[in-house]
């Protein structure tokens, strides 16, 4: 649908790097937001230091 862009997707190739479960966007398109999904906190830590390394904004949650 075109609704991603070349930040979006590249974020999304990082996190899948790191063992991501899926992604999905979020928001009003061109741009946004993604929520990803990790198998556990350690993996989710460790994709918000490489986030933050190319310059992502980013936070994570835990659901019990």
Not at 29 to 56: C, D, H, P, S, V
């Amino acid at each position: 649908l075109g609704l991603s862009t070349a930040n979006i997707e590249k974020a999304r190739d990082i996190l899948k790097d790191l063992g991501a479960l899926g992604s999905k966007i979020t928001g009003a398109g061109g741009g946004g937001n993604i929520i990803t999904l990790f198998m556990n906190e350690e993996n989710a830590l460790r994709a918000k230091l490489y986030l933050k390394k190319y310059g992502f904004e980013s936070f994570y949650f835990v659901i019990n």
